[in-house]
């Protein structure tokens, strides 16, 4: 039984993976956006996941973190089962994420949104802690960190809502970093940076991956995939069409004909566009 | 029991009017709009004030509705498309129909000097029409004919016109309608001032069945009005008629073997009940949040 | 640390009562020796007069009613010299039908205002909830247009001015039951107000030891607009009397509903059969044809002073009729007046006094006092019977006959 | 403490203190996204428990309105997880419904007195008592505000997905959110009912639940301290008005609650007066440079239904 309380110390649970899924379906009415789904990650490596647009990446990541209740199949986190769990349930289990449409608290601070990603270990303090803590601002230190590593320093007081693009992507990348998770899901965290930033947030996903975080990587820039990704899964009308390292996969005949086809090395993400669609006859 | 069956739907063929009225405004606009029961007390005090000045009954019906419209889209144009504008908060919306409400209200109060006034019924149908054993009143059996007769033209106007897909496409998304050459501040006014119409339909109505007016009538009515579009399902149009209809049969059968004490109480518990069971109602469409 | 604020209210009133009345036999020395008059009354006397002038619109018609009948006696009082060179001077709130304003406000009258007595309150919730602290404080009041029971129980500084309901209905439901041989009884009532759900059960009390059996009782409140269901029920039973006990705002849709209801018993009403909502309401009226009930006071009637009170009023507001809530701020007033003058102070305790002995006080509502031993702080008048006929009321007595 | 005031200036600052305490009540759950119209019917709860407990069982005044205020706490708790997962409006009006339900139910059972309601409970509240409470209240928000469960309960209102994704258990800070609101408006409740002596069912309306609303939508939903402030300014400035002509007060009131959502909807507290900013989006927030989304789902907004 391995409780929430082992979040701190993944490194503990080596045999079992980080996140294991099983047989895993979702469908909209008569839209099937996930299929049958069946992996499991290992651990302190980056997993790319890569699929044409509506492929079901983000609805494999939602089901993942519980935003949406598979319609069948089992989703195991570190060992336990969390099929059917409230997303703040899941993220109790050292899951955190950051998202396709960028999620901040839009009225809020810099610092505050990244102090929101420590809910969770501030909670799971004991009262006694918590009163000991009171008057140190419990989270600032972890917050100092983070603004120096996602070099957000200067705009730590500045109202999120007001930030470019890119910098917005590094604040909810803060933000999961800050709950110090075992499992890091990123949806696409480079996209609308510029190529020195999207290395940058490479480097920085590696070394999360190198302090013992297990990292999914949804990812249109496929420069990025091949740099970073120990292994890619291939994902196709909510199917997973291939599996391999992430020097490998290019060379699949399967690969090549339905996802990257004539875009390879490209970072634009038009081209898949073409294939949406697809997503309605898929497994029907 | 037959005889109280036909109570329970006429009493309900009121609530129909109400609710059709709230839930265009909410299927278009989104809103729950408290000032809604003042667009209904206006709307009777525009036919009061007609009648007094002998315009006859049918056309001081027509005025009181244009009145209760008017005020509808007064209102709409002023607060309601200013806040949205800014993209408002729902919460904040509501709040302002509110403020809104307390205005309309003291207005309607300062014009009758806080009195029941006397709403003449010598124009409107009177005496009952015997179906078989038993017998509808005439002025419920017209309000009956009046809200299906409004659902079938909503439904028309929804469905099969081309103002009505607008009407739709806007209410689904206004920046969308917008692109497509859709006028939504036009389609806006439209459901609105019809909206208005049918609250004051329902005044009408009310105020001829009980020969009285006063600026609090609205009160009472908008939280049957709230509960139809429960029962029903906001947005709803066949909902609004159902469950007004439902309502007044749940109230009367209340009465008839529990106690009318509870009639009122029975409202809210079916509010609170159908939500917990079916938190977008009987007939109503399920809202998902994304990530 | 923990003090009782009625304490304070208490003791800061009974001060504030002592000050005022040593001021006052002192302001007055001066002139009474200067030869005036031989009144120890003040140049002013402060009465406070708290009314329910808003609020649920259903009341509204009374507070404003009473208010100018209070107004009227007020402006008679003052003109007509009956305090000498004193004046009464109403220190009028609005209580807004709120037991929390009404409070507030009896505090205020008491406290800042320094009033000599209380001519006031419209509802019965706000007079139990402010009549203590008038009590407390010994400040005598007369209750304007309180129905309920447990009125003058509230203490010896409490008076009223409208008879409790039970001994209206103690005057004329026998003999309608006698005259009419009824032996079943239907009841509608306001199942939400203490007012009308207390009439409800002093009625049906009073006609089941009549030998009156009650077959069917329905309730509606004030969310009722359609009335069908209840009214259904009743035809079913087929009731000799139908008695009813609603708001009065609410009478007037009771009436129209059962006009067209079919139900053919004799309908047996309250004083709302009497009050403008439903005279003034040709289709209510029509359908009241042949209605019973009993009531304090008609504007027809010519006992004590009505002749008079309804010609002045009259004369002072367009020839406009006066109605009952007119009527009852009018007495009300004039008779705290009244024990002013015959205390001839502006102790409380003396009006107190002195109200509780006023007898052939002539008012609107007849030659009538406070002085029955019986029943301390009741008036002492009767009541009167009336029938609904083609759109009038009309005195009733047992050989009256009626069509519908 | 107070005695230098006289009673009705204290009578009136503790209608205030106690419609400041109904103001907090809806403060904290509006500081996390719940639009709560069950106040009054809480506020009845507590107002009957602590009511019925002295007059017919003689507990002193304080146990019977801490009592009180725990009854209304517990039917929040009870009632709360029931209509809690309801959003938006909908939860607005289920909400809305429970107080009525509560109001509705103590006017029809007899041991509650009826419609008649109770006489005779003790007037023994003082001033300096009940100034006591609200500072003891205002001292508990200001600690949670500062604290994680603040910044959660704010997150909550901002945006529910977000707070969930941080491992914010939404529904448990919301329970707990509406359980003191309960608490708040029973001891609201109580303390009114200690300062009348009198309390019925007809006073617990909706005439209430606007003004009480009115006074929260204009203190907005981020500091505790607006919404005190705010029934405190009102209040007083209603004094000197007056309340005398209907279509002044009607006017002004509903006028200034009109202005006030038009120019600061967020109330006056809001932190980012003159920025839009919303409690829930129904939608998905589009930044300023986002692509465009193309994974299918189901509509975010429901459409008219016609058949």
């Given at each position: 039984?391995?409780?929430?309380?082992?979040?701190?110390?993944?490194?503990?649970?080596?045999?079992?993976?980080?996140v294991a899924?099983e047989n895993?379906?979702?469908?909209?009415?008569?839209?099937?956006?996930?299929?049958?789904?069946?992996?499991?990650?290992s651990d302190?490596?980056?997993?790319?996941?890569?699929?044409?647009?509506?492929?079901?990446?983000?609805t494999?990541?939602?089901?993942i973190?519980?935003?949406?209740?598979?319609?069948?199949?089992?989703?195991?986190?570190?060992?336990?089962?969390?099929?059917?769990?409230?997303?703040?349930?899941?993220?109790?289990?050292?899951?955190?994420?950051?998202?396709?449409?960028i999620?901040?608290?839009?009225?809020?601070t810099?610092?505050?949104?990244?102090?929101i990603?420590?809910?969770?270990?501030?909670?799971?303090?004991?009262?006694?802690?918590?009163?000991?803590?009171w008057?140190?601002?419990?989270?600032?230190?972890?917050?100092?960190?983070?603004l120096?590593?996602?070099?957000?320093?200067e705009?730590?007081?500045d109202?999120?809502?007001?930030?470019?693009?890119?910098?917005?992507?590094?604040?909810e990348?803060?933000?999961?970093?800050?709950?110090?998770?075992?499992l890091?899901?990123?949806?696409?965290?480079?996209a609308?940076m510029?190529?020195?930033?999207?290395?940058?947030?490479?480097?920085l996903?590696?070394?999360?991956?190198?302090a013992?975080?297990?990292?999914?990587?949804?990812?249109?820039n496929?420069?990025l995939?091949?740099?970073?990704?120990d292994?890619?899964?291939?994902?196709?009308?909510?199917?997973?069409?291939?599996?391999?390292?992430?020097?490998?996969?290019w060379?699949?005949?399967?690969?090549?004909?339905?996802?990257?086809?004539?875009?390879?090395?490209?970072?634009?993400?038009?081209?898949?566009?073409k294939?949406?669609?697809?997503?309605?006859?898929a497994g029907? | 029991?037959?005889?109280q069956?036909?109570?329970?739907?006429a009493?309900?063929?009121?609530?129909?009017?109400?609710?059709?009225?709230?839930?265009?405004?909410?299927?278009?606009?989104?809103?729950?709009?408290?000032a809604y029961?003042?667009?209904?007390?206006?709307?009777?005090?525009?036919?009061?004030i007609a009648i007094?000045?002998?315009?006859?009954?049918?056309?001081?019906?027509?005025?009181g509705?244009?009145v209760?419209?008017?005020?509808?889209?007064?209102?709409d144009?002023?607060?309601?498309q200013?806040?949205?504008?800014?993209?408002?908060?729902?919460?904040?919306l509501?709040?302002?129909?509110?403020?809104?409400?307390?205005?309309?209200?003291?207005?309607?109060?300062?014009?009758?000097?806080?009195?029941?006034?006397t709403?003449p019924?010598?124009?409107?149908?009177?005496?009952?029409?015997?179906?078989?054993?038993?017998?509808?009143?005439?002025?419920?059996?017209?309000?009956?004919v009046?809200?299906?007769?409004v659902?079938?033209?909503?439904g028309?106007?929804?469905?099969?016109?081309?103002?009505?897909r607008?009407?739709r496409?806007?209410?689904?998304?206004?920046?969308t309608?917008?692109?497509?050459?859709?006028?939504?501040?036009?389609?806006?006014?439209?459901?609105?001032?019809?909206?208005?119409?049918?609250?004051?339909?329902?005044?009408?109505?009310?105020?001829a069945?009980s020969?009285?007016?006063?600026?609090?009538?609205?009160?009472?009515?908008?939280?049957?009005?709230?509960?139809?579009?429960?029962?029903?399902?906001?947005?709803?149009?066949?909902?609004?008629?159902?469950?007004?209809?439902?309502?007044?049969?749940?109230q009367?059968?209340t009465?008839?073997?529990?106690?009318?004490v509870?009639s009122?109480?029975?409202?809210?518990?079916?509010?609170?009940g159908?939500?917990?069971?079916?938190?977008?109602?009987?007939?109503?469409?399920?809202?998902?949040?994304?990530? | 640390?923990?003090?009782?604020?009625?304490?304070?209210?208490?003791?800061?009133?009974?001060?504030?009562?002592l000050?005022?009345?040593?001021g006052?036999?002192?302001?007055?020395?001066t002139?009474?020796?200067?030869?005036s008059s031989?009144?120890?009354?003040p140049?002013?006397?402060?009465?406070?007069?708290?009314?329910?002038?808003?609020?649920?619109?259903e009341?509204?018609g009374?507070?404003?009613?009473?208010w100018?009948?209070?107004?009227?006696?007020?402006?008679?009082?003052?003109?007509?010299?009956?305090?000498?060179?004193?004046?009464?001077?109403?220190?009028?709130?609005?209580?807004q039908?709120?037991?929390?304003?009404?409070?507030?406000?009896?505090?205020?009258?008491?406290?800042?205002?320094h009033?000599?007595?209380?001519?006031?309150?419209?509802?019965?919730?706000?007079?139990?909830?402010?009549?203590?602290?008038?009590?407390?404080?010994?400040?005598?009041?007369?209750a304007?247009?309180?129905?309920?029971?447990?009125v003058?129980?509230?203490?010896?500084?409490?008076?009223?001015?409208?008879?409790?309901?039970?001994?209206l209905?103690?005057?004329g439901?026998?003999?309608?039951?006698?005259?009419t041989?009824?032996?079943?009884?239907a009841?509608?009532?306001?199942?939400?107000?203490?007012t009308?759900?207390?009439?409800?059960?002093?009625r049906r009390?009073?006609?089941?030891?009549?030998?009156v059996?009650?077959?069917a009782?329905?309730?509606?409140?004030?969310?009722?607009?359609?009335?069908?269901?209840?009214?259904?029920?009743?035809?079913?039973?087929?009731?000799?009397?139908?008695?009813?006990?609603?708001?009065?705002g609410?009478v007037?849709?009771?009436?129209?509903?059962?006009?067209?209801?079919?139900?053919t018993?004799?309908?047996?009403?309250?004083?709302?059969?009497?009050?403008?909502?439903?005279t003034?309401?040709?289709?209510?009226?029509k359908?009241?044809?042949?209605g019973?009930?009993?009531?304090?006071?008609?504007?027809?009637?010519?006992?004590?002073?009505?002749?008079?009170?309804?010609?002045?009023?009259?004369?002072?507001?367009?020839?406009?009729?006066?109605?009952?809530?007119?009527?009852?701020?009018?007495?009300?007033?004039?008779a705290?007046?009244?024990?002013?003058?015959?205390a001839?102070?502006?102790?409380?305790?003396?009006?107190?006094?002195?109200?509780?002995?006023?007898?052939?006080?002539?008012?609107?509502l007849?030659l009538?006092g406070w002085?029955?031993?019986?029943?301390?702080?009741?008036?002492?008048y009767?009541?009167?019977?009336e029938?609904?006929?083609?759109?009038?009321?009309?005195?009733?007595?047992?050989?009256?006959?009626?069509?519908? | 403490?107070?005695d230098w005031?006289?009673?009705?200036?204290?009578?009136?600052?503790?209608?205030i203190?106690?419609n400041a305490?109904?103001?907090l009540?809806?403060?904290?759950v509006?500081q996390?996204g719940?639009?709560?119209?069950?106040?009054?019917?809480?506020?009845?709860?507590g107002?009957?428990?602590?009511?019925?407990?002295?007059?017919?069982?003689?507990?002193p005044?304080?146990?019977?309105?801490a009592?009180g205020a725990?009854?209304?706490?517990?039917?929040?708790?009870?009632?709360?997880?029931l209509v809690?997962?309801?959003?938006?409006?909908?939860?607005?009006?289920?909400?809305?419904?429970?107080?009525?339900?509560?109001?509705?139910?103590?006017a029809?059972?007899?041991?509650?007195?009826?419609?008649g309601g109770?006489?005779g409970?003790?007037?023994?509240?003082?001033?300096?008592?009940?100034?006591?409470?609200?500072?003891?209240v205002?001292v508990?928000?200001?600690?949670v505000?500062?604290?994680?469960?603040?910044?959660?309960?704010r997150?909550?209102?901002?945006?529910?997905?977000?707070?969930?994704?941080?491992?914010?258990?939404?529904?448990?800070?919301?329970?707990?959110?509406?359980?003191?609101?309960?608490?708040?408006?029973?001891l609201?409740?109580?303390?009114?009912?200690?300062?009348?002596?009198?309390?019925?069912?007809?006073?617990?309306?909706?005439?209430l639940?606007?003004?009480?609303?009115?006074?929260?939508?204009?203190a907005g939903?981020?500091?505790?301290?607006?919404?005190?402030?705010t029934a405190?300014?009102?209040?007083?400035?209603q004094?000197?008005?007056?309340?005398t002509?209907?279509?002044?007060?009607g006017l002004?009131?509903g006028?200034?609650?009109?202005?006030?959502m038009?120019?600061?909807?967020?109330?006056?507290t809001?932190?980012?007066l003159l920025?839009?900013?919303?409690f829930?989006?129904?939608?998905p927030?589009?930044?300023?440079?986002?692509?465009p989304?193309?994974e299918?789902?189901?509509?975010?907004a429901?459409?008219?239904?016609?058949?």
């Open positions: 039984m391995t409780g929430a309380s082992t979040v701190a110390s993944p490194e503990g649970l080596a045999d079992v993976p980080a899924i895993l379906g979702k469908r909209f009415g008569g839209v099937v956006a996930v299929s049958d789904v069946t992996f499991a990650l302190e490596t980056i997993t790319g996941l890569i699929g044409p647009n509506g492929a079901g990446k983000t494999l990541l939602n089901l973190t519980g935003y949406l209740k598979p319609t069948s199949g089992s989703i195991a986190i570190k060992g336990k089962t969390v099929t059917g769990w409230l997303p703040h349930a899941v993220a109790g289990m050292g899951v955190a994420r950051t998202y396709q449409n999620l901040l608290l839009d009225s809020e810099v610092a505050t949104n990244i102090l990603g420590c809910h969770g270990a501030l909670q799971r303090r004991r009262l006694v802690t918590r009163a000991k803590e008057r140190s601002r419990p989270g600032r230190d972890v917050v100092e960190r983070l120096t590593v996602l070099n957000l320093r705009v730590a007081k109202e999120v809502a007001q930030l470019p693009y890119g910098m917005r992507r590094r604040v990348i803060a933000r999961a970093l800050a709950a110090s998770p075992s890091l899901i990123l949806d696409e965290p480079t609308g510029t190529r020195d930033e999207s290395d940058e947030i490479g480097r996903v590696q070394q999360v991956r190198d013992g975080t297990t990292v999914l990587l949804v990812e249109h496929v420069r995939v091949r740099a970073i990704c292994e890619v899964l291939v994902l196709q009308w909510g199917n997973i069409i291939a599996r391999d390292s992430a020097e490998r996969v060379d699949d005949p399967v690969v090549r004909t339905a996802y990257l086809g004539d875009m390879e090395g490209q970072e634009s993400e038009t081209g898949p566009a294939q949406e669609g697809g997503t309605t006859n029907a | 029991m037959l005889q069956t036909v109570n329970g739907i009493l309900g063929a009121t609530y129909s009017l109400l609710g059709l009225g709230v839930t265009l405004i909410w299927g278009v606009l989104r809103v729950l709009n408290f029961s003042q667009f209904i007390v206006w709307g009777a005090f525009g036919t009061l007094e000045n002998h315009v006859p009954t049918v056309f001081a019906v027509l005025i509705m244009a209760a419209g008017v005020v509808a889209v007064f209102v144009m002023t607060v309601m200013f806040m949205r504008r800014r993209g408002t908060s729902e919460f904040a509501v709040v302002a129909t509110i403020g809104v409400y307390y205005i309309l209200s003291s207005v309607a109060q300062d014009r009758s000097k806080s009195q029941i006034e709403f019924i010598g124009g409107f149908p009177h005496g009952s029409v015997d179906i078989g054993s038993t017998s509808l009143p005439s002025l419920q059996l017209l309000s009956l009046i809200s299906v007769a659902m079938i033209v909503l028309y106007w929804l469905n099969r016109t081309r103002l009505g607008a009407t496409t806007v209410a689904y998304s206004a920046p309608a917008e692109l497509l050459g859709v006028n939504s501040r036009a389609i806006f006014a439209l459901a609105v001032f019809v909206s208005g119409c049918l609250a004051a339909l329902a005044g009408i109505f009310n105020a069945d020969s009285t007016l006063s600026y609090s009538d609205g009160d009472q009515l908008l939280v049957v009005a709230f509960a139809v579009i429960v029962l029903g399902g906001m947005g709803s149009v066949k909902g609004a008629v159902i469950g007004g209809l439902a309502l007044g049969l749940v009367v059968y009465t008839l073997y529990v106690s009318g509870f009122n109480a029975i409202t809210y518990l079916l509010i609170v159908v939500l917990i069971v079916r938190p977008n109602g009987l007939f109503g469409v399920r809202e998902e949040a994304r990530v | 640390m923990r003090f009782r604020t009625i304490k304070i209210v208490t003791a800061l009133g009974l001060v504030s009562v000050a005022a009345a040593c006052s036999s002192k302001s007055s020395s002139p009474t020796s200067a030869g031989s009144s120890a009354l140049a002013t006397i402060k009465i406070g007069v708290p009314l329910d002038l808003t609020g649920s619109s009341i509204t009374v507070g404003t009613g009473e100018a009948g209070v107004q009227f006696a007020v402006n008679q009082i003052n003109s007509s010299g009956f305090l000498g060179t004193s004046k009464i001077d109403p220190v009028m709130f609005d209580t039908a709120s037991k929390t304003e009404a409070v507030q406000r009896t505090v205020e009258l008491i406290s800042s205002d009033v000599s007595a209380i001519v006031g309150y419209s509802l019965t919730p706000s007079f139990l909830a402010a009549g203590p602290i008038a009590q407390k404080d010994g400040i005598p009041v007369m304007v247009g309180l129905s309920g029971a447990g003058t129980e509230v203490g010896n500084y409490i008076f009223r001015e409208l008879l409790d309901y039970t001994k209905y103690a005057f439901d026998p003999q309608f039951v006698k005259a041989h009824a032996t079943t009884a009841y509608l009532y306001g199942s939400d107000t203490v009308t759900s207390g009439q409800y059960a002093a009390k009073l006609l089941e030891s009549l030998g059996k009650t077959v009782v329905e309730t509606i409140t004030a969310a009722t607009t359609d009335m069908q269901a209840q009214l259904t029920a009743i035809k079913d039973a087929n009731p000799d009397l139908l008695v009813v006990n609603v708001d009065t609410q007037p849709s009771v009436l129209v509903q059962l006009g067209e209801s079919g139900i018993a004799q309908y047996l009403g309250d004083t709302s059969l009497g009050s403008a909502v439903v003034g309401n040709p289709a209510a009226i359908a009241a044809q042949c019973l009930f009993t009531t304090p006071w008609v504007p027809t009637s010519t006992a004590g002073g009505n002749p008079l009170f309804v010609s002045q009023w009259k004369a002072a507001n367009n020839g406009q009729t006066p109605d009952f809530f007119d009527a009852l701020g009018r007495d009300a007033m004039w705290m007046a009244t024990a002013i003058k015959n001839n102070s502006v102790n409380p305790s003396q009006i107190r006094d002195a109200l509780s002995q006023i007898s052939g006080f002539s008012g609107a007849g009538y002085n029955n031993p019986a029943a301390p702080g009741q008036p002492t009767g009541g009167v019977n029938q609904v006929q083609n759109g009038q009321d009309v005195p009733w007595t047992s050989s009256t006959t009626c069509t519908k | 403490m107070f005031l006289n009673p009705y200036t204290q009578l009136v600052a503790a209608g203190l106690v305490l109904l103001v009540s809806l403060f904290v509006f996390c719940v639009l709560s119209l069950a106040t009054i019917g809480f506020m009845a709860d107002a009957y428990t602590s009511s019925l407990l002295a007059t017919k069982q003689h507990w005044t304080v146990p019977a309105i009592a725990v009854v209304a706490a517990v039917l929040a708790y009870i009632f709360g997880r809690l997962h309801l959003r938006g409006i909908y939860l607005a009006l289920g909400t809305f419904a429970l107080g009525q339900v509560f109001v509705l139910g103590i029809n059972f007899t041991w509650t007195g009826g419609p109770i006489v409970i003790p007037v023994d509240i003082t001033l300096a008592e009940l100034v006591f409470v609200v500072l003891a205002g508990v928000f200001q600690l505000h500062l604290s994680f469960v603040g910044r959660a309960l997150a909550i209102r901002l945006d529910e997905r977000v707070a969930a994704g941080a491992g914010i258990n939404v529904a448990r800070y919301r329970t707990l959110a509406f359980t003191a609101s309960g608490f708040l408006a029973g609201a409740g109580g303390f009114e009912a200690f300062q009348t002596g009198v309390i019925s069912p007809d006073q617990y309306s909706f005439v639940l606007v003004q009480i609303l009115a006074l929260a939508m204009i939903s981020y500091l505790w301290a607006g919404s005190v402030l405190i300014a009102i209040g007083v400035a004094q000197y008005i007056g309340t002509d209907a279509l002044a007060e002004l009131y006028g200034l609650l009109v202005v006030v038009i120019l600061v909807p967020n109330g006056i809001d932190p980012r920025r839009r900013l919303t829930r989006r129904l939608r927030h589009r930044g300023p440079s986002s692509p989304t193309s299918a789902s189901p509509s975010g429901s459409p008219l239904v016609i058949k």
